[in-house]
């Protein structure tokens, strides 16, 4: 008998999605490349030690998978999830104990992004260390120093949705840094000659109100839901874009620095 | 002990401690590798690398990123298995827990207030590295080891970021994880934690060493000129000794970038000046002003 899966391959309705048959050549290598809208971020070729795992240890990619594992556990929580102060952590407690898989859902989304914030410093420490932000990667450095930041508020925003203690205080710290910005904190240096209390500064427009609330818990949720990943979706992209435009996973070559 | 494995088994430090062993092994890694180039370098080969053939990315790349993803994925559902996402008490604005601690990667920021007003820990400071990261590529103008690891061949930018990233943040972020306890004083990770600790000590300011009130018009002077002086000499000595001596680097930099090189330098090793004066002298203030103090 036939394996019913290499007779699958063979059918129209196969060809009709990939638009090409199964054989091992040169040509259809390059197509499952450049024919497939994933991963048709990659080149169709690629220098030897760009795939070598020592050289780019993955963070870049891994950095990607933790935030896509973080977008799809981030939307299954936010079933179960309403961001008021009344509601929200007793919400997160009927995930651990009510719903079906709701703690391994809640382990999964938040160890993937203390994951994640590590692997984007080791990804930032490994870019500089192999000098990849030279010639002609400059900007593509920038871009990365833009998703540092934004992993750190997307993960910071977090924090505060379990509307319990430590959420709690941790923004609550976190914040109390905000108002001490000189001119537009009111603790910091300059507000009071220039008229910001507390209620008109900047840790108000952050929290919407004086102190950590529901106001400060919505926006938090919202930030963190929708208002973040969607910058650091546009600005990743970007950031790959980036990648092919600079000529690929960086390496040495005889042009860039004349000395090799 | 029971106090260090009670601190190290915290699910959220779990996190701390996956970080040290990472960045402890991709550290060493790094190092190896630009070791290894650098030998090659001195045996007249090319570094690692220079002599690449081009490889199908089917299936050559996808496979590897398959099997990093898998392990990845894998590694994360046992530790989800294993180990619980705290959750706290209910939140209650009434209740301030002693030490309040800022989520893990700020910490090394909330150490720096032991040391600096918030002012500077939390707003400057986060400003200067983050302005500080970015103009990177435009202030490194050295155009050796472009893609790949040497150490040779840059010895001074890999030390001076490695410092910032090894020493300022992440060992910063380890003393706040590990060694503060309530009042946010030190305590080493195996000291049980005594909430009714006091300790006495006086802050003094700068001026104070010599009899002259901080707070007083000449206080004020005095602290003023000598921040003033730190970032001034700071800045302008190394420029002086580079002219003398006819210095290509210098030319090739250029008095823009000189400047916002060797300010962000001099804030960066600022961090560590005060805290040594603080750790040895108990210094609170260098400068004392009616609006802010450093």
Not at chain 1, 128 to 141: A, C, D, E, H, L
Not at chain 2, 2 to 20: E, G
Not at chain 2, 83 to 107: I, M, Q, R, V
Not at chain 2, 227 to 243: A, E, S, T
Request: positive net charge.
């Amino acid at each position: 008998m036939k394996n019913p899966f290499t007779q699958f391959r063979k059918s129209i309705v196969w060809k009709s999605i990939f638009r090409r048959d199964n054989k091992d050549t040169q040509r259809n290598r390059a197509r499952a490349i450049s024919g497939n809208v994933f991963l048709h971020f990659h080149p169709v070729k690629i220098r030897e030690s760009a795939i070598k795992y020592k050289f780019t240890w993955g963070m870049g990619g891994i950095t990607f998978l933790l935030f896509i594992i973080l977008f799809v556990t981030g939307v299954f929580l936010m079933f179960y999830y309403t961001p008021s102060a009344d509601q929200a952590y007793w919400d997160v407690k009927d995930l651990e104990y009510q719903v079906p898989f709701g703690m391994f859902l809640r382990n999964l989304h938040r160890w993937s992004a203390h994951l994640m914030v590590i692997t984007v410093m080791i990804h930032m420490f490994r870019v500089f260390m192999t000098g990849s932000y030279k010639p002609p990667r400059q900007f593509n450095w920038v871009i990365g120093v833009v998703l540092l930041l934004l992993t750190l508020l997307l993960s910071f925003t977090g924090y505060l949705t379990p509307w319990d203690q430590l959420g709690f205080w941790a923004i609550t710290v976190g914040t109390n840094m905000a108002a001490a910005a000189p001119f537009i904190g009111f603790e910091g240096p300059f507000s009071e000659q220039i008229g910001i209390t507390v209620y008109n500064d900047i840790r108000f427009a952050l929290l919407g109100g004086s102190t950590v609330g529901q106001s400060a818990l919505l926006r938090a949720y919202v930030w963190h839901c929708i208002g973040l990943p969607l910058i650091a979706l546009i600005f990743m992209f970007y950031h790959f874009w980036r990648v092919r435009k600079d000529g690929g996973i960086s390496g040495p070559n005889i042009n860039n620095t004349g000395i090799n | 002990m029971d106090n260090l494995l009670k601190l190290i088994s915290k699910p959220d430090n779990v996190a701390i401690v996956i970080m040290l062993i990472l960045i402890t092994v991709y550290t060493v890694w790094a190092f190896r590798q630009a070791i290894a180039n650098d030998r090659r370098k001195r045996l007249g080969k090319h570094v690692e690398g220079s002599d690449d053939k081009k490889l199908d990315t089917w299936p050559n790349l996808v496979r590897i990123e398959m099997l990093v993803a898998m392990v990845v994925i894998a590694g994360l559902i046992v530790w989800s298995i294993v180990l619980d996402a705290p959750l706290e008490e209910h939140s209650n604005p009434s209740l301030t827990p002693n030490p309040a601690k800022a989520p893990w990667y700020f910490l090394g920021l909330q150490e720096m207030l032991v040391y600096f007003d918030p002012w500077i820990a939390g707003v400057i400071f986060p400003i200067l590295i983050i302005f500080g990261l970015m103009a990177i590529p435009y202030l490194d103008i050295n155009p050796k080891g472009n893609g790949y690891y040497t150490f040779s061949e840059r010895k001074n930018a890999i030390l001076i970021f490695c410092f910032g990233f090894l020493v300022l943040w992440i060992l910063l972020i380890v003393i706040g994880v590990f060694m503060r306890g309530p009042g946010w004083l030190w305590y080493w990770p195996w000291e049980e934690w005594d909430h009714n600790r006091v300790i006495y000590k006086v802050n003094v300011d700068l001026t104070q060493y010599f009899g002259i009130d901080s707070r007083s018009l000449f206080g004020f002077l005095i602290g003023g000129s000598v921040v003033i002086l730190y970032f001034g000499l700071g800045m302008i000595l190394p420029y002086y000794i580079w002219k003398k001596r006819n210095s290509d680097f210098l030319k090739k930099l250029g008095m823009t970038r000189y400047i916002i090189l060797s300010f962000l330098f001099c804030a960066m090793i600022g961090l560590p000046i005060k805290i040594i004066l603080t750790l040895t002298l108990n210094m609170k203030y260098i400068w004392v002003t009616p609006w802010f103090n450093i």
